[in-house]
Structures are given as structure tokens and as C-alpha cells.
């Protein structure tokens, strides 16, 4: 029996190549219209140590890394013992091991339910001495016993390998080329071992692959802006990487500052000059932005910040996802300080939300916090090129009768006042992190404080009337109703749709525009579901309890399904939750009756 | 930084905000913000095309005094707010202004790599020796051994001249002023106005309220003047000027040059845009297409 979907791991040391092993397998999949999601995860060292590349292969679209891995490849069984927990073997699983490597397998800990699995040794150092000359080319080798096995598409890896080697001597391209035939031939050897796992699927046109870093790069140069500022922090620094390269291609600035503090100065003074600004960060880095946050929310100037979560706090878990900075993207300032906190909840989305941020920013002259995370931001899989039909707006500008008596912070229904920028004459005036009058004027008068603090604040709720982002997946009435956020969307939305597949009434709600909230929808949601799971990677539960703020979730049956980031959400666990609260839900019907 | 010519001619007056300066009276940023207007008339400055920026401090309420685009910040990060109004916008005329607190102690490290970057703005400092906006403690100017409000038995740190530290971290354009000058003061800003890269003004301005009456004295029997023939390309002759026990040496200590960051990410523009032009969005995005 063949199949339509597989996930590959390739667990070694940095040396090892297990990346780029990785990355070819992604880009060929990719390259013939395969669905794919490639995710890297490391150790905490700088070069060497553990490292692993998952790779998920599939002829239908994907929501969610594989909770389990089917194909699993090891150089080494020491760097596999550094994840344990994380990279989990399929009760069928075939397990590629280095043949040289004589760990007793009662040492090895590949998951809990993994009887079956088919230990095949493999003498990966051996085949890339003898064919190639050196153990260097055992990822190569494992490239072409892996595609033989698999029935994986041979020519677009012949391809890569030619591509990688082409810039350096021809010995080592064709060394490498008899990796490949290697790894082939071994593979023709114990063709039973991938008996099940074949991969059956028809070729199709090229897809994109991409990260959500990547995609929030292109969009805010897509959205108009024109000048970046960012300091490098682990999970964030592709925007910065990509953004160094294309910034200038469109007539744009980019500056790496010293600090945070820095980046976010001038992002708000680039902001101020009339340029659309954006930074990028993570947790610490949002920390130090904190209080100029709240300088931009006083001063009205609009600004667009990307938080990629990582674990925390302090330093953390930097190379690994968590949703745990919403409490700081929400409410991390001093005094009352409007911001909008949106939230994709893909790698797809990475793109939407971020032009969404710059046209909510813009338009109602406040700070955007676009809370990434790890998960969806250093991932790459595959989608089809965007429509690129999005609205994009910018801000409102005086008009020449605003100008002959200028007032920056005009008193208007909506709470927009009318933004100029240096040029425009007759429309200088001072901006002010100090309390102000309408023209801009410093002030510590009571009044004046509560009647701007409203103008500010009322602001908001043209927000979230044009931007209620939400997705609704599933049963339209629901015995389960799912409340997730950000990166957790991907393995709820794939357990609820295998649910409703088995006739369960599941469905979710996942909110991109997490403030301000959209509300209304939310309450009608809640209408349609007997039971609630929030489901979130936070271990004080932030969401569930920032929902309960403002929100009356149905009492005695909501249930909060809450751990550390770490390890990225999975689909089984989420099946296990609907599982458990349809039951529970069935017993206390029978009850009743 | 050169003005465009402009019709109507403006007198030091026509850059008058309207405010009225919160200063006490006596207080030596008074001469700075009357420099300023006159230097600002003397190149025929647009207000329109200005940004004058600060942090907080009594000094950093000089913004709102001038009939500029203007940003009172938030203490400490004023080269910050400048940071991103000069690249976002070279072609505008960008000055920051500031107290010693702000910009050596919170705001030293922007201070230390608005000078290595070479930023083409104007950075004047009031160098009140305290903080004054806090009523009255130690600053990183203040002389060491000084009762302050918060160093009751006398400063135990030695304090940092501003004007060695901007040399040696890469301004291309350094001097010292006194608020009591006007005359030297005006020509000091306006040539920082004109050089290209970035200018570092250090003015001596009296606090009459935390340092007493008898600060602007002692300050105006130090000032001397730099020698006739003094050479400013030399670093090693500016150092001479600085760390001065007994003088406060007034003029352009330093000036050389060098490409300012505008110069560079022009020429990085330049460069990425050759032969292509803008790209667009899907241009960008196809090339994440698997290619071999
Ligand atoms: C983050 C932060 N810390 C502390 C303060 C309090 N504060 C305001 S101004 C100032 C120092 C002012 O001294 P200086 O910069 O020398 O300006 P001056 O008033 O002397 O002109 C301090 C400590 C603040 N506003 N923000
Ligand atoms: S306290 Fe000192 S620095 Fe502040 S305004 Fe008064 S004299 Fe000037
Ligand atoms: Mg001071």
C-alpha cells in the first residue's frame, strides 16, 4: 500500500548535515507540487551539537508538522537522547541508523508506543567513504536512499546536489553525485523496509517555500514600508536578514541599531518623518521597547512591531516556540497606553497580518504588535503565490484648511486627528510623550488628560469594527468549540477537521485580532458549542485568562488544555482533549436524562 | 546641511514658537535657544523641512520653543527619534537636543553610535553639570568631590569630558560653546548645521537653580578661546582641548571628513536598485520558488 503523506526526521551533530539534507528533501517536494513543512530545531550551541530537520512529504494540504515521524534517520543515537520527547517515532515507524553506532537500543527512548518499528542499520559513514571519499557525503548518501526507498523524486535531487556543488570542483560534485547512486543502490537492498511507505502522488506545478519571517518581510515592503530598524534576536533575525537585501531594491532604509531602545526610536521618529516603520524582535527585545510603546500610543504615531515568540522569560528557550508574550504584548506598559496586538496563525498569514498591521497602524496612529512565533516563523512550507489583492491604506493627512489653523490632536468623533509630516508647511507642531493640548502643547491638567486619554482610546473601536479577524473551523453547531491563538491553529484546525471526518461535532474559533477583541463574533460562537477548550502553549494559561477579563466563558464547561512552549503543539494531543471533553460531555448528558 | 533659498527673508523672530519658555529665570539654555533662533536666520532655515528632537530634562523642553516640526521624547533617546527621521528622511534638516543626563548617562550608548555612524545631524548638548528637571543630582559632567542632592557626602566618580568621548567614538564635527557667548555660540551652530556627518555641539549652560548663581561665573572666568592658527583635521591636537581642569576652550575643536551614513545607504541604494529597479512584490516572492 503506498501513501500520500510522510514525515522524515534526520537527527545528528551540526556537522552531519542533517539541514541540508532537510532543505533538499523540502525544496524537491516543493519543486513538483508537493505539500511539504520543513522544521529545524538545535541545541543551544552555536555550531555543532544536536541538531534535526523534520520534513513533512505530503499529496494533500497540511496544517500541522507530523506528531509522529514515519521515516526516522540517526547518525548518531547521542544527539537523538538530546530530544527526547520531541521527536517521536510511529508505532511502524522505519528507523535509518548509523550501522557504526552500537547503542544498546534499551538506551534509546523513540516514544511510547513504538513495538513495531522497523530497526534497519545503515553503514551511512561506510557508503560515503567508499563511493565518495569522504564521510562528509553520508546526508548525500542518505538523500539517495531515502528517494529510492520512498519513490521520492530523483531528478529535482539530482538537480539540488548539482546546484549545491556548482560553484566548487568538479571531484566534489561528482563525488558527491556517487553519494547519491550509493545511497540508491544500498537502498535497493532492503527495499522491504519501506514496504507501506511509498510515496504515491501526481506531479504538479512548483510551489512557494517560505517561513512566516520571510513572508512578514515581503509583506511590509508589500505594504508600503520604507524604513526598518532591528537589532538581531533569535527567532526574529530573518526580517532583518531578508529585509537587509531588499530594502534598498525598493528605494527604502534599513538601519541596525544598537539596542532595542534604539530600534523602536527610530521606527517611530522614521514613523514621525512619514515614513511606514517597522522593527522585529523577540520577547527580550519587546521588553526594552516597552516604554517608547507607550511613547508612540502618547504621541499617536504609528508604528509596526513583530514579536516572534520564543520560550521565556529571561533568555528561555531562544530557538524554540511559546505563546507566552501576550500578557506583554497586551498590557507590557506603564499607564494607559492603546495598542493593537494582532496574531497570525500561520506561515501564510505571516503575510496578511503584518499588511493588516501597517493599514491599522496607519490609519488609527497607534502601535501594531504582530505576535509571531517560532513555530510559524522559522518554518518553511510550501503555498501558492499570493493573490496580492490586498487593500492598503495609509494615514489621513490635513487638509489646506487644516493647515491654516493646525491642530495635530484635534478633538474628531472617530479620535483620528489628521497627521502631518515635516515638508508639509504650515503643518509643523511639537509632539509630545508629556500629556498635551490639541495643538500638541505640554500640559499636567486633569482635564485635558481624561478627554485625551479618551480620544485615544476610542480610536480602537474603529478597529475592531473594520478588523474583526477571526476563523471559524468546523461544525457549524458543536457538541466541542476550540479557542486557540497563533501557531496552535495548525495542529487544532487538522484534529478538528479528522474529527468532523469521523462525524464528531468539533469546531474552533481562533482570533487573529486579539486586541481589540472581536467580541461579537466570539459571543455568537459561543452560542454554537456545549463545551469550550482553550488550548494554548502558555504555563500560566495567559490567553484563557486574558479571555476571562471581558468574557463569561459558559461556566462548569469550559476546559483549559495549557502547557510550556518547547515543543511545538501536536495534533494528537489536541484529538486527546476533544476526546476526553466529548466524553465527559456524554456522561453528564446521561445524567441528566 | 545647506538650506534651500527661500522668498521671504526670516528674522530670528519668525522661528519663535509662541510658547513660553518653562526655564527659570537666568538659566543659561535661554542663550543656547536664542543661538539657535539666530542660527537658524543666518541659513535661512525651512521650518517645515526641520525636525528638532529631544529626551527629557529642562534642556530637552527646547523643542517646543522653536517653530519646527518638533519631538519631546522620552529621557534618554532623543538620537534615537533623530536616528529615524534622518535616514527615513535625508533631504530634512535634523537637529537633537539634550541635557548631560540624557545624553551621557540613559542615553550614552545612542550618543557612542550616532557618533560611529557618523549620522549627518546636529547634536547639541546643554551641559548643565547636574540634572536639573530632577532637582538636582549628580550628573556624568559633574566634577568629582561636588555635594549634589544625591551625593551628600561629595561625587566619588570622576566625570567624562563630552567632547573626547564624541572624538574618539567617530564625530566628524565637535565643539564647545557657552551659553554666555552668543555671538560664538550662533556661528558654532550654524557651521554644525552645515557640516556634513554628524555634529557634536557641547554647550556649557549654567543651572542657576541646582548650582547657584555663582556656576555661570566661574564658567565665564574660564572661557578661552582655541590659538589663532588652530589646526581642527588633527585629533591629537583636539585632545589637547579636552579634559581642561582650569579652561573651558570655546570653537571647533575637531572637523574632518568623511562619508556621513546618508552618503552611505545612498550609495548602498544606488547599488541594489543598478540595472533592475524596484522590484515588486511578486518579483520578491517568486524567487522562493525551489530553484537548483
Ligand atoms: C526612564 C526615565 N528615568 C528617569 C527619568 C527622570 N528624569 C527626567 S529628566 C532626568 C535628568 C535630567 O538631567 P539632564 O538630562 O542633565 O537635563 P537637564 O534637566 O539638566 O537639562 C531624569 C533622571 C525619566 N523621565 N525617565
Ligand atoms: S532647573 Fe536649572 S536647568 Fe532647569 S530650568 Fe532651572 S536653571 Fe535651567
Ligand atoms: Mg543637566
Known sequence: MPTRDLTFAIVGSGGDGVITTGDMLAQTGASVGLHVMKVEAYGPQIRGGESSCTVRVSADPIYAQGDLVQVLVVFNWADFAQFRGEILAAPDAIVLYEEADDTPREEIDLGPETDDVRWVPVPFIELAKESAGTKLAKNIVTLGLLSELFMLPQEPLEQAIKGKFAKKKPEVLEANLKGFEAGKIHASKITEAASGKRMQYTAGEPMLLMSGNELSAVAALHAGCRFFAGYPITPSSEVLHLLSELMPKVGGYLVQTEDELSAIG????????????????????????????????????????????????????????????????????????????????????????????????????????????????????????????????????????????????????????????????????????????????????????????????????RVRDKYSFYRHYGAEKADVGIICWGSSKGPVKEAVLKANGRGERVAAFVPQLLYPFPFHEFQEFIKTVSEVIVVELSYSAQFYKYLQTFLELPEGHTYVYKRSGGKNLTVSEVEDKIQKVLEMSAMRREVLV | MSAAGVKVELKPGAYKSGLKPVWCPGCGDFGVLNALYRAMAKLQIEPWNTVILSGIGCSSRLPGYVKTYGFNGVHGRALTLATGVKVARPELTVIAV???????????????????????????LMDNEIYGLTKGQVAPTTPTGDKTKS?????????????????????????????????????????????????????????????????FKEMKAKVAQLPEDYDPSRRKNAVKYTREKDKITTGVLYEVEAPSLTDQLEDMKTRAMAGNGSQSTKEMLSSFYPSF
Open chain 1, 266 to 461: 527610530a521606527v517611530i521618529g522614521g514613523s514621525f518623518a512619514g515614513v511606514k516603520s517597522m522593527t522585529a524582535t523577540s520577547g527580550p527585545g519587546l521588553a526594552l521597547m516597552t516604554e517608547m510603546l507607550g511613547l508612540a500610543s502618547m504621541a499617536e504615531i504609528p508604528a509596526v512591531i513583530i514579536d516572534v515568540q520564543r520560550g521565556g522569560p529571561s533568555t528561555g528557550l531562544p530557538t524554540k516556540s511559546e505563546q507566552s508574550d501576550l500578557w506583554q504584548a497586551l498590557w507590557g506598559s506603564h499607564g494607559d497606553a492603546p495598542r493593537v496586538v494582532l496574531a497570525p496563525a500561520d506561515v501564510e498569514d505571516c503575510f496578511h497580518a503584518t499588511v493588516a498591521a501597517f493599514n491599522i497602524a496607519e490609519e488609527a496612529q497607534v502601535p501594531v504588535i504582530v505576535l509571531s512565533d517560532q513555530f510559524i516563523a522559522q518554518r518553511r512550507e510550501t503555498l501558492s503565490m499570493l493573490t496580492l489583492d490586498h487593500e492598503v491604506t495609509g494615514r489621513q493627512v490635513p487638509s489646506a484648511g487644516d493647515l491654516r489653523d493646525y491642530k495635530r490632536y484635534k478633538e474628531t468623533k472617530s479620535g483620528i486627528s489628521p497627521m502631518s509630516w515635516p515638508g508639509m508647511k504650515g503643518g509643523e507642531y511639537q509632539t509630545n510623550g508629556l500629556e498635551h493640548t490639541e495643538d500638541g502643547s505640554p500640559t499636567s491638567m486633569f482635564l485635558t488628560h481624561e478627554k485625551m486619554n479618551a480620544k485615544r482610546y476610542r480610536k480602537l473601536r
Open chain 2, 151 to 215: 551625593t551628600y557626602w561629595g561625587n566619588p566618580e570622576p566625570s567624562v569630558d563630552p567632547c573626547e568621548l564624541a572624538i574618539s567614538t567617530g564625530a566628524t564635527w565637535v565643539a564647545r560653546g557657552f551659553s554666555g557667548e552668543m555671538k560664538g555660540l550662533t556661528e558654532m551652530i550654524s557651521a554644525g548645521l552645515e557640516h556634513n556627518g554628524f555634529s557634536f555641539l557641547n554647550v556649557m549652560s549654567p543651572c542657576v537653580t541646582w548650582r547657584g548663581d555663582d556656576q
Open chain 2, 98 to 124: 539634550g541635557g548631560d543626563g540624557d545624553g551621557l548617562a540613559i542615553g550614552g550608548n545612542h550618543l557612542i553610535h550616532s557618533c560611529r555612524r557618523n549620522l549627518d545631524i546636529l547634536y547639541i
